[in-house]
């Protein structure tokens, strides 16, 4: 039987860690928490529910923190979480993991609660590497990644995530941007750390500085890379808050064909081509037929939760929602009505799928 333990790294979360550990201490047989500078109750909760708790002076290096906290353990697996998330199902596959001796790296679909706006709280999913065989480290001053040859397989186990909502998101407000800009000056054609300082912007409303380094990280960025696909959602949704509508039609008309299985393509191009008429009047009619035409299509493609930073609904309750939105602009009340129903009625299922995920 092969060993377990988590390992996190953590800094003022005195918010959610108990969560975390909690949902994984029936699971692991340690729990090691390395402390970067946390001036909260951070340690003292994460000792409170059982954990090991050991402090390092922070470097700048996330990668560097990472490692120090897995030399902290000696278990054959290593269970990689942050404070802000916690297991929400799965846990079985845990087990099935721990009766064989390490061979792969395991990926995780991690659920990130994100602000919907007037459509409430969303999630959007992403796969993971987080669960590593003794001896993979990470490399990486910021977001940093396993290096290991170890082939990666997708498991069950399912985390949740909520610091993306905003009051977590204004917490961390420039915390990476720094070690990202720090990081590209020593490899100025990373394509990922490209994304990851776009992201940095986007996220936080700054659309002029985020674009290029979209478009740097499009240039660069090998087609297989699963990020991809965030980064090529996140540059049309700048290019339309920018108003750069032609920009964005045009990147989207290059990117089609390989987005044929993304809902969230769709959705996002529906969304351009609707600012698009409503900032071109005189376009509308002609633009009107594409944006239906969109939703349409990511309606057609359905929920693809596979697919590496898709946004729950998309192919689904939301492009319903659009659609009823507007044709009740256009004043087709019989249309609207019948997409509103359809809506509610996909948004029930899409809520009895995931109330188990939700943090009580």
Known sequence: ????????????EARCIERCLRSAEALVDEMLVLDTGSVDDTAALARGCGATVAHWSWRDDFAAARNAALDLTSCDWRLV??????????GASLAACRAAAPGFIGVLRVSSLIDGGPSGTQQAPSWLPRLLPRGVTYQGRVHEQPLSAWPRRRMA????????????????RGRNRRLLQQALLDDPDDAYLHYQLGKDFEVHGDFVAAAPCFSRALARADRSAGWRHDLLLRQLFTLKKLGRFEAGMALAQQEMEHWAHSPD?????????????????????????????????????????????????RGSFLAAHNLAVMFEALGDAAKACLWRERSAAMRRIADLGSKALLPA
């Open 157 to 172: 186990l399912r985390l949740q995530h909520d610091g993306y909502l905003p009051d977590a998101m204004a917490r961390k």
């Open 265 to 313: 393509f769709f959705f996002t191009l529906g969304d351009l081509l609707l600012d698009w008429a409503a900032a071109r009047p005189a376009m509308a009619a002609s633009l009107l037929p594409m944006i239906e035409s969109s939703w349409l299509r990511a309606l057609h493609i359905g929920e693809n939760p596979t697919l590496q930073d898709t946004v729950s609904g």
């Open 81 to 90: 979480i942050d404070a802000d998330e916690w297991i929400a199902g799965g």
């Open 1 to 12: 039987m092969s060993s377990l333990a988590l390992v996190m790294i953590a800094r003022d």
